[in-house]
């Protein structure tokens, strides 16, 4: 295992962010625990989370810089800081078998881990860059200074027109063009006969080359190690985790309304209206409108009213106010009342269930007739941009959000319809349905504080994306 411990001033800060870079060649002989290889890997995966809604939202490279140094110190911190190193090498391998199973998650990991290296390697100081460089057997030598006399006045030039330090000392590398393809496509290198210019403060993109190189070819090792041995070895310890938690939810599950908050029957009408995301929105007017909902339908607006407050008493008289007028009291007692109280922790084996995540309503296919799911998702452009209206977004915003949507960025297209319905930004994202009602509520209240005009929910039900919940989801009978 290959470590070059960071050479920079030993400010606290620095040696809580990033203590040490590794470039996971092999594997560590390490003895871990069933409990940290899962947690470690939790916290790594939201760096990475982090830094993929960071680039989704077009944050600039300094930001980026700022972003996973703060994510970095938030996440992989451990109170012994002899574990962090530990920590850190051991949850990029435990990742690396979640996301070598398919070729859309190895390329999400790869551009991740690939970004996250980049800037960890960027704050390292000369000599650590200087050692990873050999450590990768990077077959470059520094200019002589007969070679340097040949192209110094080329070099100052290109270093003059991007604001980078040149002088006498400055040491540079002759690489192949085709080693720098950043550098190149950015105009930031002297190009002569093949080769680029590299100067030792532009080195990082050598090294992240490398390092996506090696992680690629790695990355498809590993999923055949998995397929071939691990998977059957380990079903019934590990196998279950790694196929779990490449679609984990990492927020707060929201089984409980927190500050004994509650939604009554006679104001949920308002609140939809002011407060739901569009997903549950488009559920609410359709179960209004036809006074039915199919399953999946009754499942995700079911919970997610239940981890806004809504009580099992008033959670039965609701659905039987609207399907009573399709099908009668009687009928909906016998088929659809107890599902509602399974979902509550009543009926079957009593399991608290909890609301659904984006990531899981994203990931449902509804069929003919059904209405759940995610509207960025399934909605036709037109259907959507309609919706879309309905909330109040205007066509300058619509047009970002379109944007996002052709670019299957559906929870940041879900974002930026919050900041345009609230006029207000909405810096950690949507992750959860019932984390759009909160936030919605608390921007809401922060606008009539003062005011005498009560609201219907506190502001805070949750914070959102904190720590990791059970995310149970219910097997209820599934009634048409």
Known sequence: MEIVRSNRKSTAAAADSVPALSLYRSAPSLEVRLEEFELYAIDRLRVLKGISDGLSRGKKPDEMEKLVSELWRVNMRHQDANEVMNKDIISHFVLRLVYCRTEDLRKWFLSMETTLFRYRFRLEGSESQRALMTDFNLPYKPLSHAEYEGVKEELSQVARSIGLPHNADSMFFKVHFEEVPELVATRKVFIQKGYAYVAMNQVASLVVTQFRSHLSKALVLTNRKWMSSIRDQEKDRLTPIVEAMSSSYLGPDYSQPKESTEISLKDIDQVANSSFPLCMRHLFEKLRETHHLKHGGRMQLGLFLKGV????????????????????????????????????????????????????????????????????????????????????????????????????????????????????????????????????????????????????????????????????????????
């Not at 909605?379 to 944007?403: I, K, T, W, Y």
């Open 309 to 480: 407050g809504l009580s099992l008493d008033d959670a039965l008289a609701f659905w039987r106010a609207e399907f009573s007028q399709n099908v009668g009291s009687e009928r909906f007692d016998k088929e659809y009342a107890y599902s509602i109280r399974h979902n509550y922790g009543k009926e079957g084996k009593r399991t608290d269930y909890t609301p659904y995540s984006c990531q899981k309503i994203i990931s449902s296919t509804p069929g003919t007739g059904d209405h759940h799911g995610c509207p960025y998702r399934n909605f036709s452009e037109e259907n959507l941009r309609a919706a879309l209206r309905r909330m109040g977004v205007g066509e300058r915003p619509m047009e970002e959000v379109m944007e996002r949507v052709r670019n299957r960025h559906y929870q940041l297209a879900c974002t930026l319809t919050f900041e345009a319905v609230h006029g207000t930004s909405c810096d950690s994202g949507v992750n959860h349905p019932n984390q759009y009602l909160s936030l919605s509520q608390r921007a809401m209240q922060s606008k009539v504080r003062g005011s005498s005009c009560p609201l219907t929910i506190s502001a805070v039900i949750g914070d959102p994306c904190v720590d990791l919940g059970p995310t149970h989801q219910p097997t209820s009978p599934s009634v048409g």
